[in-house]
């Protein structure tokens, strides 16, 4: 084997490691990299002794080959591939190669875990932020939901205060035009039914059709009770024609009653003034006529014109009388005046003897003729000349005169 220092197969100063370090250049290692490099790297004495061992045995046979056949080439090369590299391994010892190449890879490592780390650094800061704006996002939806629940309690409040001003605007509204269809129609029908008496109201308990109904109901019960009364006394002509008396007597103190309270009221209205042209005065006389209209019962209860009738009637038929048929002469009163404050008033009709029988107007009371032999109970009209609404009832008999 050479022994030169520049020649030879190996070299240790060659091969060990320069422990200078170039001005300028700094080798950064982590203690656990040291730490792993060292472990990786301890010297495993009893390999070491086996591969000194096949060196000597190497360098011995080939001492003795060199000596027979002055060859001594199969050993050196086995020696430089398997042991010699073994050998520098065992012993930490790297060519300037492998120790570039070993600063090549720790330079690289070095990067990559600089890069590693930068990265690292870089992922933690996108993570924090990240995290942070997701929490500014938390932040930021809790705000906004509580605003967005206030803003909706808000809306739905003022949507309520809305909705209940609109339904009492509505009610107020729907109440007016109830209202105002009702003062026009009954405008309407006051015009209608303006000097047209075949038209009246519905809801007037008084009107004209529901007096032909009390007219027909005094004649079935109270002129019947105070038939049964005066009969026993006199003849049932006699009786029928006091009875008959006391009606019209009756109706005629009521219109002339009414008449009297009618211009009061329109004196009260409007003075006392005579021009009929004068539109002041047309509207006084038909609210005087409302008036009396509506003041018809309490005419009758709380006034002294009951008891002026009253009176009257008693001058003209007798205390007797008058108190044998007191419940048909109070009957008699109430309807006559009802008929009487009718707006025209209603007009109640006798027969004279010898009047020729009208079916249409007339019917029977006990015995059916050609003729009136006497009136027994007045026709009711609804006014001077106007239509039927309820008929009269007669004694017939075929004689023209009696």
């Not at 301890?42 to 056949?69: P, Q, S, Y």
Request: glycine letters at 4%.
């Amino acid at each position: 084997m050479a022994k030169s220092k520049k020649g030879g197969f190996f070299s240790r100063s060659f091969s060990l490691p320069n422990s200078r370090v170039r001005k300028g250049q700094r080798i950064e290692r982590n203690i656990e990299e040291r730490q792993e490099e060292e472990e990786e790297e301890e010297i495993d004495e009893k390999e070491l002794h086996n591969v000194l061992r096949m060196i000597k045995t190497l360098a011995v046979n080939a001492k003795k080959d060199f000596k027979k056949k002055k060859v001594y080439r199969y050993y050196c090369e086995e020696m430089i591939d398997r042991w010699i590299p073994d050998l520098k391994r065992l012993l930490r010892i790297r060519s300037r190669e492998e120790r570039r190449h070993r600063e090549e890879a720790d330079a690289q490592r070095e990067n990559d875990r600089r890069e590693t780390q930068r990265e690292l650094r870089n992922f933690s800061k996108g993570y924090d932020n990240k995290r942070n704006r997701t929490d500014e996002v938390a932040a930021l939806k809790n705000k906004h939901e509580d605003e967005l629940v206030r803003q909706k309690k808000e809306h739905d409040d003022a949507m309520t205060a809305l909705k209940r001003e609109h339904q009492r605007e509505m009610d107020r509204l729907l109440a007016e035009k109830e209202k105002l269809l009702t003062r026009l129609s009954q405008t309407a029908g006051d015009k209608l039914r303006e000097n047209n008496p075949n038209f009246s109201d519905l809801s007037d308990p008084y009107r004209p059709t529901k007096l032909s109904e009390m007219f027909s109901e005094l004649y079935d019960n109270q002129w019947t009770d105070a038939m049964e009364i005066l009969e026993a006394d006199r003849q049932e002509k006699r009786a029928v024609e006091t009875l008959l008396n006391i009606l019209m007597k009756c109706f005629e103190l009521c219109k002339e009653s009414s008449e009297s309270q009618l211009s009061s009221l329109r004196d009260a209205c409007c003075g006392n003034v005579k021009n009929d042209k004068d539109n002041d005065l047309v509207k006084s006389a038909k609210k005087a006529k409302e008036m009396r209209r509506e003041m018809a019962t309490w005419t009758l209860n709380e006034s002294r014109i009951y008891h002026a009738l009253w009176e009257k009637l008693e001058e003209s038929f007798g205390k007797d009388d008058v108190e044998k048929c007191k419940l048909y002469i109070q009957k008699c009163v109430q309807c006559c005046w009802f008929m009487c404050v009718q707006d025209p008033a209603l007009q109640l009709t006798v027969w004279t003897i010898g009047t020729k029988m009208d079916g249409y107007n007339m019917k029977s009371f006990t015995k059916n003729g050609q003729y009136v032999d006497f009136s027994v109970w007045p026709a009711l009209y609804l006014h001077k000349d106007g239509p039927l609404l309820s008929k009269g009832i007669v004694q017939g008999t075929n004689q023209a005169t009696v």
